[in-house]
């Protein structure tokens, strides 16, 4: 499929990223919107229809698995348009300015991993959950960044937008390998012939872009009834979407993965994943107490995005940044880079996502997977919020290389 160093490089790239940013942080704070509705309604006399409107059963599915394995799947095509993007002609495009965010996303996923185990490791069966606190909700941590405005460099903008997206990536492939059920081997072999469909589109160079999402929409179906989860096959339909536009074209923006981007971002940011955020965030808090707070499944997901998080990201890029593996945002100061590992423990998108795969028809532990999930982000949010509020930005760390993300 397409190849890196063959498009275009128009000057669109800073209103691109711009757009993006403006995208995720509005996207972000209606995310925190949409949950704080969520959390009411569910401890609300609504809290019965609201329940009962998830439950009900649509065309054989109910509405939440229609959220949860269709709406997501369209989130998914999204995140695997923007990963082919910045990994052929964007911000990832080259390996010096992978091995930051890179190695700061290995290290946010794997200690978070490690923490939740320990917590949980006298309780076997939950230990399927170990991958829920190692993602990072880029829309979430974007609005709070938004909020700080000037007071964080493009650059830790920059370098937080590619740690999400390696880590959306590193998400895809836990989902893929440790989250599927009983496989069909028939609707495997269907899934992979739509996929070799769509191959073939993408090397005659076919770039309407009806034929990959009809298509597509088949490959959904039968990823669905394969054992693997749905949401996957938006992620490998983005892959074929070719990146360049037709030879005969000058404008970058007429090649079909730019026009499906450009199209899925609105709906995503603001329809899509505060649907999403409205069906998985409720959770009633009736008779919760402070031993079930404190139980190891909740703990163990809340300590894992909030210290594991920030441990994880924040070790490991410093790690990269003192043997010279990697270069320094531009312009950030050490607290500065503290702070943005404190917001890497904001998990909750993909977080609840893994939960509800982990935990499948296990309503008490689903409860349990959400205040965890809601706990270990709403700390990360305020302790790194208030720490980028007050760090100062004199002093920028001072590297041994040319600064990255100029």
């Not at 499906?260 to 609105?266: I, V």
């Amino acid at each position: 499929m397409d190849q890196p160093g063959n498009s275009l490089k128009p000057a669109r790239r800073v209103s691109l990223m711009r757009r993006f940013f403006d995208s995720e942080a509005s996207g972000g704070m209606i995310l925190m919107g949409v949950t704080v509705i969520a959390l009411a309604v569910a401890n609300s006399p609504l809290a019965d229809a609201y329940f009962g409107l998830l439950k009900t059963y649509v065309l054989g599915l109910s509405v939440l698995h229609w959220i949860n394995d269709a709406l997501m799947a369209v989130f998914f095509l999204l995140v695997g348009l923007e990963i082919k993007r910045e990994m052929l002609d964007g911000q990832l495009s080259t390996w010096p300015r992978r091995v930051l965010p890179g190695i700061a996303a290995l290290g946010g996923m794997v200690v978070p991993a490690l923490v939740y185990l320990a917590i949980t490791w006298n309780e076997p069966h939950l230990r399927h959950g170990w991958a829920i606190p190692a993602a990072t909700d880029i829309a979430f941590a974007l609005g709070v960044l938004a909020i700080l405005g000037s007071r964080v460099p493009t650059s830790l903008k920059i370098f937080l937008t590619a740690l999400a997206i390696l880590d959306d990536l590193g998400a895809i492939i836990i989902i893929a390998l440790f989250y599927t059920s009983d496989l069909s081997l028939a609707m495997l072999a269907a899934a992979g012939l739509c996929l070799l469909v769509l191959v073939a589109f993408n090397r005659f160079g076919i770039t309407t872009l009806l034929p990959y999402l009809a298509v597509g929409a088949a490959l959904w179906f039968f990823v669905l009834k394969s054992g693997i989860h749905a949401t996957l096959a938006g992620v490998a339909l983005a892959l074929t979407i070719p990146l360049h536009a037709n030879p005969k074209k000058t404008r970058a923006e007429d090649a079909p993965l730019h026009r499906l981007e450009h199209a899925l971002h609105g709906w995503v940011a603001y329809a899509i994943i505060p649907i999403f955020g409205f069906a998985n965030a409720g959770v009633s808090l009736s008779g919760l107490s402070l031993d079930a707070v404190l139980s190891p499944l909740p703990l163990g997901i809340a300590m894992g995005l909030f210290i594991g998080k920030q441990v994880g990201v924040y070790a490991f890029s410093h790690a990269a940044i003192h043997f010279g593996f990697a270069d320094v945002p531009a312009g950030a100061t050490r607290i500065q880079c503290y702070g943005v590992a404190l917001l890497c423990g904001i998990g909750f998108t993909m977080s609840l996502f893994i939960g509800a795969l982990a935990f499948p028809g296990q309503p008490e532990l689903g409860d349990a997977t959400k205040i965890g999930v809601l706990m270990g982000s709403a700390l990360s949010a305020l302790a790194g919020y208030l720490l980028l509020s007050v760090a100062p930005r004199e002093q920028p760390l001072q590297p041994s290389r040319p600064a990255a993300y100029n």
